[in-house]
């Protein structure tokens, strides 16, 4: 049993396992229409990148003899739930794995139908990148823009167009050029800043997923496969320090007297023994003595890091306090403008009054103003309503019973989140995106 | 170097596990000897270094464990310095709350479920955490990070709640209670990989010794006394390991020479066996394991 960590654990490793040593994890949420062959190409990004089981091999087999198809049905694989396989459609957020050399991937599959925006959203959620499928026949549907517009609202890294269904288009370049050209007026339309690639693919027969496609010879950009693997973590060390505390450790065990570590996540920026912090609300000021992880010390933590933070004055901290640099303090809101994504079944007013949950801080909060609804497709105006309803986006102006230290999504994304909780139901109702004054 | 997907994959773990002993009055681990419960296990550890983790675990035991794995599971625990409470399927046969499977396939599996929410209720526990892996199964692909089930212990897909950006929301209603599931987007590659990194130990059936066995429908089964033997089996002594520590009635065993954690992380990488593929009550229809959640299973 090894309590400490072995030391002698870099010896053991061997050559041809290295591999596993230097991935990077990244995530991808994939989201398309019911029949725009989305499971397919999520079956065969995994299928040409060997990454099947041979259970999931045998059952491709299986259901393409079943169906007597000429291509393998790819389809099989992602669909899980039995309600799904009996609709032929994907109606939850799923999730699959599957590495390469260098990277390992987490892909969070959400349906594409109108009503599943808030699957969308939280499937996007923690995404770097998000690949928007288009059936070549059918060109730009609705529900292209609203995921477009969710990825723009998420400010992912990329976006990726999967131009599909190639094959039943001849492969023709004129109609993949008209495709490309909607897909820039919808780009502009929204004034995005979301960096985005089209490719076109074919994910029945193959072409352009993984392996470069022969059939269409007149497109020389990358694959899909290759425009996933420069995608990279999404590390945010260089904005101001926001640290939730979600628990206090204390200790007088293992050989420790009188331990006492705030444990929690670094939601953005660095924080290095010596530093001086803020705690939030008190406001109160000490400086760090220890950053500790398990039976390791560290100088330093960077965003994403789950450590325990020791300080040198003895001060009341509790979780949900916040620890800032105090030249970088973020401001203590009384009430938030928001983008609102509504996910529960239960409409909203103008009063309605529920729990937020910011990192660790849970605090009651009320509807104060609708500003405005949002649509996406950007096809009917804008209008101002009084209710919230199920998948709607809008913006609102919300009151708040605690100051709020939230910073704008767009400049830090991480500390620029919440979501709403109704206290009769306990179900989450809303996830909110923070607005800049 | 740093293992940087590992790095990460831990952040996320030791969040939730915190996130769990601070929004839950009475949280519980359930631990099985099996390789993601220690996996679980050490997590939990560092995510409460150097205090003592602040919740007990619980073992369900059909009966029907390897005695490797409570051999492993008893030292284990004294070595973590942790509570262990274990109840037993066998109490819950006894008072009638069950019936013993019969015939070939006999297996206490789908049992433990009555035993659990018995011990649940018993306990007053808010929260289990489980092992259970999103890439072990399809419906698992589907389970959130916090799962609500009622006082049956029933999972209800359309009733998950969504987790945007991971935030968690634990609130319950009287007799709810959440299953919490750290090790969510851990795979199997990843399990072995760290418990390499780490150096830790597991029971000796994940790795490859000469064992009696009973050959049936082309699969291996470790022999013992809870396999009911019937003439069309085989007894064959043979070099095996195996991938999961279930039940001896229904945990496939794989040939194999893999002695270490680098023998069978290469021996992983080689073949392409999911390891769900050694569960065989699993292979009884094709939504096998969805039926037996929405029950209640793990």
């Known amino acids: 049993m090894n309590v400490e960590l072995s030391s002698g654990l870099k010896a053991k490793r061997s050559n041809s396992l290295k591999s596993l040593y230097k991935m990077e994890l990244v995530r991808i949420s994939t989201a398309g229409s019911v029949d725009d062959g989305k499971s397919t190409l999520i079956g065969r990004l995994l299928f040409d990148n060997n990454a099947l089981t041979k259970e999931q091999e045998e059952l491709v087999a299986k259901k393409t003899a079943e169906k007597g198809w000429d291509d393998l049905d790819l389809s099989v694989i992602t669909d899980g739930l039995v309600a799904e396989r009996e609709q032929g459609i994907t109606i939850d957020v799923a999730n699959m794995y599957f590495s390469t050399d260098t990277h390992k991937f987490i892909i969070t599959d959400s349906p594409g139908h109108v009503e599943y925006t808030r699957n969308m959203v939280t499937g996007a959620s923690m995404a770097e990148t998000s690949i928007i499928l288009i059936d070549a026949r059918k060109g730009l549907l609705e529900q292209s823009y609203r995921h477009f517009y969710i990825s723009h609202l998420l400010r992912l890294k990329r976006v990726i167009f999967a131009v599909n269904k190639m094959d039943l288009v001849e492969y023709d370049q004129d109609r993949f050029l008209e495709i490309a050209v909607e897909i820039q007026r919808m780009v502009e339309g929204l004034n995005a800043a979301v960096p985005y690639t089209v490719v076109p693919v074919s994910s029945l027969k193959g072409d352009n997923v993984v392996k470069p496609s022969e059939n269409m010879t007149w497109y020389q950009g990358k694959t899909l496969n290759g425009l996933l693997h420069e995608t990279h973590p999404d590390i945010s060390e260089s904005q101001p320090l926001r640290f939730d505390v979600q628990h206090v450790t204390h200790s007088q065990e293992n050989g420790f007297v009188d331990y006492r570590g705030y444990s929690g996540r670094v939601i953005s920026g660095t924080v290095s023994v010596g530093d001086t912090l803020r705690v939030l609300p008190s406001k109160k000021e000490s400086v760090v003595t220890e950053i500790r992880r398990y039976t390791e010390t560290k100088d330093k933590a960077i965003s994403g890091d789950s450590v325990s933070i020791s300080l040198a004055d003895e001060i009341d901290i509790s979780r949900g306090a916040i620890l800032v640099h105090p030249d970088e303090t973020p401001e203590p809101q009384q009430t938030v403008k928001a983008t609102l994504v509504w996910m529960d079944e239960k409409d909203a007013n103008v009063g309605s009054k529920w729990l937020m949950k910011a990192a660790s801080r849970e605090f009651p909060v009320k509807l104060q103003t609708i500003l405005q609804s949002v649509d996406p497709t950007k096809k009917n105006a804008t209008d101002n309503k009084n209710v919230i309803a199920l998948n709607d986006i809008t913006e609102v102006e919300i009151r708040l019973s605690q100051p709020g230290y939230f910073d704008a999504y767009e400049t830090n994304k991480k500390n620029g989140i919440f979501i709403l909780i109704d206290p009769q139901t306990n179900n989450t109702v809303a996830v909110g995106f923070v607005k800049g004054e | ?298």
């Open chain 2, 1 to 298: 170097m740093k293992n940087q997907h590992l790095y990460d994959l831990e952040n996320e773990s030791i969040y939730i596990l915190r996130e769990v002993a601070s929004q839950f009055k009475k949280p519980v681990l359930l631990f099985s000897g099996g390789k993601d419960s220690i996996v679980m296990a050490h997590l939990a550890r560092k995510a409460f270094y150097p205090s003592r983790i602040p919740f007990p675990f619980m073992h369900v035991d059909t009966g029907h464990n390897f005695p490797e794995t409570i051999e492993f599971r008893d030292a284990f625990m004294k070595e973590l310095g942790a509570d262990l409470i274990v109840r037993y399927v066998q109490d819950s046969i006894d008072q009638n709350k069950v019936q013993e499977e019969t015939g070939k396939y006999a297996s206490r599996n789908s049992l433990q479920t009555v035993t659990l929410l018995d011990a649940i209720e018993e306990h007053g526990f808010d929260a289990c955490l489980g092992g259970a892996r999103r890439d072990e199964e399809k419906s698992r692909a589907k389970e959130r990070i916090f799962s609500v089930r009622d006082d049956f212990g029933q999972w209800d897909y359309k009733r998950q709640r969504p987790e945007p950006f991971q935030l968690l929301n634990g609130r319950i209603q009287f007799g709810e209670n959440v299953r919490a599931f750290p090790i969510s987007n851990w795979t199997e590659e990843d399990i072995w990989s760290y418990i390499l990194q780490e150096g830790l130990e597991l029971p000796s059936v994940y790795f490859a010794h000469n064992r009696k066995l009973i050959k049936r429908d082309g699969q291996y089964l470790a022999h013992s006394e809870f396999v009911n033997i019937v003439d069309s089996d085989e007894i064959e002594e043979r070099t095996v390991r195996f991938r999961t520590v279930g039940d001896m009635t229904c945990t496939a065993a794989f040939l194999s020479d893999a002695a270490t954690v680098e023998d069978v992380l290469k021996e992983n990488v080689a073949s392409k066996h999911s390891e769900r593929g050694a569960r065989i009550d699993d292979k009884r229809s094709e939504s096998a394991l969805e039926d037996r959640k929405k029950g209640g299973y793990f």
